[in-house]
């Protein structure tokens, strides 16, 4: 059997701090994940002080655990990869620095990885890739339909106007009492309502792959309010089913548009907010229905949110096609894929 290559990848672009171990950029054989979650419940979202503060206080246990956990010494390693963008400036450098010096300390390739594409990696994780694909990454901090024509070829064709996905979730969420990050109890609340409040579907009829959810979040939050003044209940599961289909279609509608436009061999459903159980859903039927061709991949449930297997599958990607960088890589908080251009 050939030498394995093994990945220590680390992701800290946000709440969570994450360090492991992958095999071929296929095969987890670790992935320590620290949530914060509880440490910013209080202020209703992430502060990015205490955020970074927690990042150092995890790392060093969360690689040593990985590296316990997968059974392999830093002498086995192939590589380390790292997210150094998109998120906040100071949890990305905590995640940078403790690859850096890691490379350095044990003279291993560093390879950088956006994070963005770690999320699509995630689905690498139940089937192997056949391009040209297409993205739809649904996180916290972004909404977009991405163009992969080959390996390690990235292009945003589709994007939110203002909100994500996740961000939405999280603000009307926040209005109906739910403690951050509100999407998982929304997305459940959903499944026992019915969309009674037929909110708009922003976009939905204009001819591009952008997507708007601050309009949605606007009707919401006066429906509510609303409400309130004229001291009438509303049904909370109703409500979380009408904002849920509202942007369910939005974005089913989008990405089989998309896959109108660009004949791809599979669709990957990758980002937090891809955990969404009626958005999983509806994709799959509709997409057997209108686009039967197209394999649908959609990143394992664990693997949705912020971790560093992804980063791992993706930084196999990126070490095999030569990225590397030295002791000068530097957090980019605003990095993101080219746009597509005419
Ligand atoms: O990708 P992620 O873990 O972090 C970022 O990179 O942003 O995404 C976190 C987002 C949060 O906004 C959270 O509310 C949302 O994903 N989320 C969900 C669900 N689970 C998490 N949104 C809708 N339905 C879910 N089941
Ligand atoms: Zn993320």
Not at 105 to 111: I, M, Q
Not at 203 to 232: C, P, Y
Request: aromatic residues 8%; glycine residues 8%.
């Amino acid at each position: 059997m050939g030498k394995q290559n093994l990945i220590l990848a680390f992701e800290s672009s946000c709440d969570e701090t994450s360090v492991a171990v992958v095999e071929d950029g296929a095969k987890v054989l670790s992935n320590v994940v620290a949530t914060q979650i509880a440490s910013h419940q209080r202020f209703g979202g992430v502060v990015p002080e205490v955020a970074s503060r927690h990042h150092i206080e995890q790392i060093t246990k969360c690689t040593k655990e990985a590296l316990e956990r997968a059974g392999v010494s830093y002498q086995d390693l192939t590589a380390v990869a790292v997210t150094y963008g998109p998120g906040l400036v100071g949890s990305l450098l905590i995640g940078v620095t403790a690859a850096k010096t890691i490379a350095w300390a044990h003279h291993l390739p560093l390879v950088p990885v956006n994070h963005m594409a770690g999320h699509l990696y995630a689905a690498r994780f139940i089937s192997e890739f056949t391009f040209p694909m297409m993205g739809l990454l649904v996180s916290g901090g972004h909404t977009e339909l991405v163009y992969m024509k080959n390996e390690h070829e990235y292009e945003i064709i589709g994007e939110t106007r203002d909100d994500a996905a996740g961000e939405a979730y999280d603000k009307v969420g926040r209005v109906m009492g739910i403690n951050y990050p509100a999407g998982k109890t929304v997305d459940q609340w959903a499944a026992k309502g019915t969309d009674t409040f037929h909110f708009p579907r922003a976009m939905e009829k204009e001819d591009n792959f952008d997507f708007s959810f601050s309009g949605l979040k606007s009707a919401f939050i006066n429906t509510v309010h609303n409400a309130k003044q004229r001291h009438q209940e509303l049904n909370q599961n109703d409500l979380a089913a009408s904002f849920q289909q509202s942007v369910v279609d939005v974005l089913v509608i989008k990405t089989l548009r998309a896959l109108d436009e660009y004949p791809v061999k599979q669709l990957i459903l990758a980002g937090g907010v891809a955990a969404n159980q009626g958005l999983r859903t509806q994709l799959e039927k509709s997409m057997q229905e209108s686009h039967p061709e197209v394999k649908l991949l959609r990143a394992p449930l664990k693997y949705c949110g912020d971790n560093a297997a992804m980063i791992g599958a993706a930084g196999y990607v990126n070490y095999l096609h030569g990225d590397r960088a030295d002791g000068s890589l530097n957090a980019t908080p605003g990095l993101s894929f080219p746009h597509h251009q005419e």
